[in-house]
């Protein structure tokens, strides 16, 4: 799990209004996904949520502590949501192809933020791997081929993340993240489910 630090404390740590990191952490990625990475700074968040100015910094000290919040709440977002996902009881291609719409659509700044994101902190390593993991698990994937008779069941779930990534990307800052290209959500879902299960398919 990512932490940051402040006076000591990691992002766990117990504090007055404590719950208030998780909240700047959102904050944080809004604002990237709507100005981009270089707007996002302490007063910044201290002004979207119409608090005193100082108080972002008493909880993250320092500019790479921010990002890391941010981080961490695309993370735990992503974490949150695909365990709802679990419970659904549709073919493993529905259920990723819904995964990728409510990326699309309900969490659509996270994702933006996330590109913005991975290009900002390449440098450093753990939160860039972090982030470059937080939306799609190679290790989960492998899940998908448990059980069946997958001659590489590691190399399948790699091109599996890898196809979904080329997916949102496509439909989120590609080529047809135009209007002329939007769909509703049932239909975008349709859409997207095509290729998964192609590729579901085409390695057992």
């Known amino acids: 799990m990512i932490r940051t630090t402040q006076n000591g404390m990691g ?5 007055m209004n404590a719950d208030r990191r998780p909240l700047m952490g959102a904050c944080a990625v ?3 996904a709507e100005h981009g990475p270089r ?3 302490h007063r910044a ?3 979207a949520m119409g608090i005193p100015q100082g108080s972002t910094s008493y909880y993250f000290r320092t500019r790479e502590s921010l990002l890391a919040a941010a981080v961490q709440h695309i993370v ?3 974490q949150s949501t695909f365990a709802e996902l679990l419970n659904d009881n549709s073919d493993p291609a529905t259920v990723i192809a819904r995964y990728l719409g409510d990326l699309l659509t309900r969490r659509r700044d996270e994702l933006i933020a996330r590109y913005a994101l991975l290009l900002e902190i390449r440098s450093n390593r753990e939160l860039h ?3 470059a993991q937080s939306l ?4 989960r994937a492998q899940e998908i081929f448990a059980g069946h008779r997958v001659k590489n069941p590691e190399s399948a779930a790699s091109d599996l993340v ?3 990534e080329g997916l949102i990307f496509d439909r989120c800052i590609g080529s047809r993240s135009t209007p002329t290209h939007h769909a509703e959500p049932a239909e975008s879902i349709l859409q997207l489910r095509i290729p998964i299960a192609a590729y579901l398919r085409s390695v057992k």
């Open 11 to 15: 992002m766990n740590g117990m504090g």
């Open 30 to 32: 809004t604002i990237i």
């Open 39 to 41: 707007a996002l700074t």
């Open 45 to 47: 968040v201290d002004a």
């Open 76 to 78: 735990e977002q992503s």
């Open 129 to 131: 791997d972090a982030l």
């Open 136 to 139: 799609f698990s190679t290790a």
């Open 162 to 164: 890898s196809l979904l």
